[in-house]
């Protein structure tokens, strides 16, 4: 934004901006300029305005404006891990639903430093895929999501939900034995800003949108459930819920197939897939939820 004088009553753009500091005037960096109109005074530039929108990001790169500071992740999660299918059996005794798929690790409303004008390397993980094979195998990993500077270096990795696992049954028996998923973990994180107010006036601790509500917040994602398998011949039983993302705050993991044939449902928003349900037939599990970064950048005086 262009800063205008009036010289002897042409306005001319001011090219260079001086202020006294100490006994001696210096060229500093001006992050706002106030005049006073009717004895109130008025804010007549801004240095760098916080945007009021967000901006979704894609793995890739992301320009750092040359003013800008800080960015504030309003959230951002990694993939959620695939449900697994349920299984029956002709003379095993009872039959196996599938587990739910784990949701990722997340942060919601948190702001780090960075440099203007850096270039940011961004990865959203994918979902996993949901188990397919009967009675033995694994269902797909979320992918990790991860954040790191040219200058700033690695602002954080959050990790994809781990993978559901089967393993040990047969179509005449023995069922099977069904493992759990396990929500991803948190590494590498860059230390946090937990105060601090931009250049327009915001107070960073005031960032509440994201979906925990609340200021600086960050987990690890959430295990889905895990039904195991009933007993006796055609019993019934359901899939296991995917596990939902940011501590439970959206629920988004899959849902599990009801007993009867019923497939999982896909999560989203690094949510877990839902487990399949059993007889007759069995049913498929669902994909794990893409991850998400959604995001806006500020200066901080």
């Given at each position: 934004m262009p800063v205008y004088v009036k010289d002897g009553g042409a306005w001319r753009t001011i090219d260079r901006l001086y202020v006294r500091d100490g006994t001696s005037f210096t060229n500093q960096t001006i992050n706002n300029v106030y005049v006073k109109n009717s004895g109130t005074w008025e804010n007549v530039f801004v240095i760098f305005e916080t945007p009021t929108s967000f901006t979704t990001g894609s793995s890739g790169s992301i320009a750092v404006p040359a003013l800008a500071n800080a960015i504030h992740i309003k959230q951002s999660v990694a993939g959620g891990s695939g449900g697994y299918r349920g299984a029956d059996y002709d003379k095993a005794g009872g039959e196996s639903a599938g587990p739910g798929g784990a949701s990722g690790a997340f942060i919601s409303d948190m702001v780090f430093n960075i440099t203007g004008g850096e270039t940011l390397t961004l990865n959203v993980g994918s979902g996993g895929a949901a188990g397919t094979g009967t009675y033995s195998g694994n269902s797909g990993t979320g992918g990790n999501t991860t954040l790191s500077g040219s200058s700033s270096g690695a602002l954080f990795t959050l990790g994809g939900g781990g993978a559901v696992s089967v393993s040990g049954g047969g179509v005449q028996g023995p069922l099977r034995s069904n493992s759990a998923s396990t929500g991803g973990t948190r590494s590498g994180f860059a230390t946090p800003r937990s105060s601090g107010t931009t250049v327009d006036g915001l107070n960073i601790t005031s960032f509440q949108s994201g979906p925990r509500g609340v200021f600086n917040q960050q987990g690890d994602g959430t295990a889905g459930a895990n039904p195991g398998n009933c007993s006796g011949?055609?019993?019934?039983?359901?899939?296991?819920?995917?596990?939902?993302?940011?501590?439970?705050?959206?629920?988004?993991?899959?849902?599990?197939?009801?007993?009867?044939?019923?497939?999982?449902?896909v999560g989203t928003q690094g949510g877990g897939g839902g487990g399949g349900g059993t007889e007759p037939g069995s049913s498929a599990g669902g994909a794990g939820g893409d991850g998400e970064f959604i995001f806006r950048f500020m200066r901080i005086a």
């Amino acid at each position: 934004m262009p800063v205008y004088v009036k010289d002897g009553g042409a306005w001319r753009t001011i090219d260079r901006l001086y202020v006294r500091d100490g006994t001696s005037f210096t060229n500093q960096t001006i992050n706002n300029v106030y005049v006073k109109n009717s004895g109130t005074w008025e804010n007549v530039f801004v240095i760098f305005e916080t945007p009021t929108s967000f901006t979704t990001g894609s793995s890739g790169s992301i320009a750092v404006p040359a003013l800008a500071n800080a960015i504030h992740i309003k959230q951002s999660v990694a993939g959620g891990s695939g449900g697994y299918r349920g299984a029956d059996y002709d003379k095993a005794g009872g039959e196996s639903a599938g587990p739910g798929g784990a949701s990722g690790a997340f942060i919601s409303d948190m702001v780090f430093n960075i440099t203007g004008g850096e270039t940011l390397t961004l990865n959203v993980g994918s979902g996993g895929a949901a188990g397919t094979g009967t009675y033995s195998g694994n269902s797909g990993t979320g992918g990790n999501t991860t954040l790191s500077g040219s200058s700033s270096g690695a602002l954080f990795t959050l990790g994809g939900g781990g993978a559901v696992s089967v393993s040990g049954g047969g179509v005449q028996g023995p069922l099977r034995s069904n493992s759990a998923s396990t929500g991803g973990t948190r590494s590498g994180f860059a230390t946090p800003r937990s105060s601090g107010t931009t250049v327009d006036g915001l107070n960073i601790t005031s960032f509440q949108s994201g979906p925990r509500g609340v200021f600086n917040q960050q987990g690890d994602g959430t295990a889905g459930a895990n039904p195991g398998n009933c007993s006796g011949d055609n019993c019934t039983i359901g899939g296991g819920d995917g596990g939902d993302p940011y501590s439970g705050s959206l629920t988004t993991g899959g849902t599990g197939g009801a007993n009867g044939n019923t497939a999982g449902t896909v999560g989203t928003q690094g949510g877990g897939g839902g487990g399949g349900g059993t007889e007759p037939g069995s049913s498929a599990g669902g994909a794990g939820g893409d991850g998400e970064f959604i995001f806006r950048f500020m200066r901080i005086a």
